[in-house]
């Protein structure tokens, strides 16, 4: 009988939970809770602003929140892969920056008596555009912070903070724009990304700058690399599809109801916002049990459960009839779908960082993000249309009827939720015996495509894969590196001190031990090299080798 186990393990998620992230991460986390906050105090401002202070029609209204989202996103595009290549923290507190800004640009206009409708716009792409940049750094940034045992831990956080975030920050903006109008809260969104920038200079330590951030240029390849990624892998390709039709089917509805709900049905404001904003909870509670369910069933299992029940939800709100009881239907139906988008969100968010190796994280988030923003556009416009046509409560069914399908991206690559780099398959049938003459029978196999851990360093990275009994190195040397010049500062030492057991795949390397011996080795070889050496790329073209000696998981690690 041969039992599979597919993925990084029940083990790995069990590790994380109820464990410090350390005082960077509490940095981060902070930065993320105020900026959230303050994005979510001033939710709906812009069009409140372009309604009761510029007095746009509804024409305009639209325009404002289709730009937003389409030209900021077309403008994210290079983006992703410029963001890539710099270091991650210093393009965080940029975009915060610009932010910020952007949006002190308008109370300023106002109080000079210049704001336009014009301005307003720019300052919607620019924040759209920002947001995106930010989000990709950010990924790359939270995954250099914390353990990888931690990430899903770290995830869940972030996650519950969000919640938190929705569920607060409307109802207090919704009181702030009614004393001190949507300028005010536009200034305390401006503050909030000041706030931000500053928890995340405060983190601190040195970050690695990525390989070919000096000197290299953007190439147009870039560009859809992360599509490219995304598409071809296995893994991403069904929680990709999934994320962004699921995500885009929610968003298209919520104008469309709020139209049947505060229209022909006659809800309240206060009802309105009541509906929407008391189930965040249970993003909240989702959020914080997500680690503790995939510890105890698998985080394969898990992703497949509450990813089919996330769609099953939105039907319900077609059904929504005026009154008290109507009111109880749209919160129990959001209270559930919340709830199991708490839950699956962690997981989601982990494994595709997991499954991107560290060179394409920036380009991954940017693509994902962008797909998302122009999906999320263009379903909105095409049910607004639909009920036009058909009138709001038949615009949900459909979008309901379709989230319904949903799930088949997950249950058709059920396997892929298990991630694209392990596959072990352990006997069951061997004994006790056997396993303590020689362990259980078992294949282990990993993408060094896809590795544990990346460093980079000056001219070069290296590329690790932890399996049982071995560990794995793929380091690729630019020309003109040398350890002395690259590696030291990082190493501490003044040559060398691991041990290599390597094979070259290309390029030629020169090494030199501490008592003056040299050799040179080229494609083809393998060797053996001890502690105590200095070595340099010879030539023009990059060496790359390969080391399967234990050591290299203690290479240029600071």
């Not at 305009?60 to 710099?86: K, T, Y």
């Not at 598409?231 to 919520?254: C, H, K, Y």
């Not at 006997?427 to 544990?452: F, H, L, Q, R, Y």
């Not at 090299?529 to 080391?547: I, K, L, S």
Request: hydrophobic share 50%; charged share 15%; with cysteine.
């Amino acid at each position: 009988m041969i039992s599979l186990t597919y993925g990084r393990g029940v083990a790995r998620v069990r590790e994380g939970q109820g464990r410090p992230l350390g005082r960077r991460f509490g940095w981060l986390w902070t930065a993320y809770a105020v900026s959230a906050f303050g994005t979510w105090l001033a939710f709906d401002a812009f069009p409140l602003i372009a309604i009761t202070v510029l007095h746009a029609g509804p024409a305009r209204v639209s325009a404002l929140a289709a730009a937003g989202l389409l030209v900021g996103a077309a403008v994210a595009v290079p983006l992703g892969p410029w963001v890539e290549f710099r270091r991650k923290r210093p393009v965080m507190i940029a975009m915060d920056l610009v932010r910020c800004a952007a949006l002190l640009s308008l109370p300023a206009a106002f109080l000079l008596g210049g704001l336009g409708f014009a301005q307003l716009l720019v300052v919607s792409v620019v924040v759209a555009a920002a947001d995106i940049a930010f989000t990709s750094a950010s990924g790359a940034c939270l995954r250099a912070l914390v353990r990888p045992d931690d990430l899903l831990a770290a995830n869940g956080r972030l996650e519950s903070t969000t919640w938190t975030a929705t569920m607060l920050g409307p109802p207090l903006g919704g009181a702030a724009i009614g004393l001190f109008g949507p300028l005010v809260t536009v200034a305390a969104n401006a503050v909030g990304f000041l706030l931000s920038a500053a928890g995340i200079r405060a983190i601190g330590g040195t970050e690695p700058r990525p390989a070919r951030s000096a000197g290299a240029r953007l190439r147009a390849g870039d560009l859809l690399e992360g599509w490219r990624h995304i598409l071809t892998s296995p893994a991403l390709r069904p929680l990709f599809l999934n994320q962004i039709l699921v995500g885009g089917l929610i968003m298209a509805t919520a104008p469309v109801l709020a139209v049947l709900m505060l229209g022909r049905l006659g809800f309240a404001p206060w009802q309105y916002a009541l509906a929407f904003a008391a189930p965040c909870a249970g993003g909240l509670a989702g959020s914080r049990a997500s680690g503790r369910l995939a510890a105890r069933f698998g985080r394969a299992r898990i992703m497949l459960v509450f990813g089919t029940l996330r769609a099953c939800w939105l039907l319900g709100l077609a059904f929504v009839r005026p009154g008290v009881a109507g009111l109880l239907l749209v919160i129990a139906v959001e209270l559930g779908l919340i709830t199991c988008m708490g839950v699956f969100n962690p997981l989601q968010a982990t494994c595709r960082l997991e499954w991107t190796p560290a060179g394409r994280v920036a380009r991954v988030l940017s693509a994902w993000s962008v797909t998302s923003k122009l999906t999320i556009a263009a379903m909105t416009g095409l049910w607004g249309l639909l009920a036009g046509l058909t009138g709001p409560r038949a615009a949900v069914a459909v979008a309901g009827v379709l989230s319904l399908a949903t799930p088949a991206l997950l249950l058709r690559n059920r396997r892929a939720l298990s991630g694209p780099d392990v596959l072990t398959q352990v006997s069951t049938s061997a004994s006790v015996k056997n396993e303590g003459e020689g362990g259980p029978i078992m294949i282990e196999i990993k993408s060094i495509e896809k590795p544990d851990d990346r460093r980079d360093f000056p001219r070069g990275h290296l590329e690790i894969a932890n399996l049982s009994g071995l560990v794995f190195g793929k380091a690729t040397f630019e020309p003109g590196w040398r350890w002395t010049e690259s590696v030291k500062d990082i190493a501490g030492t003044d040559l060398c001190e691991v041990h290599h057991n390597g094979y070259v795949v290309q390029g030629r390397m020169h090494i030199r031990m501490r008592d003056g011996a040299e050799q040179e080795v080229g494609p083809g070889d393998v060797f053996v090299a001890t502690p105590g050496h200095d070595a340099w790329v010879v030539g023009d073209e990059a060496c790359v080798m390969f080391d399967f000696a234990g050591g290299i998981g203690d290479y240029a690690k600071a």
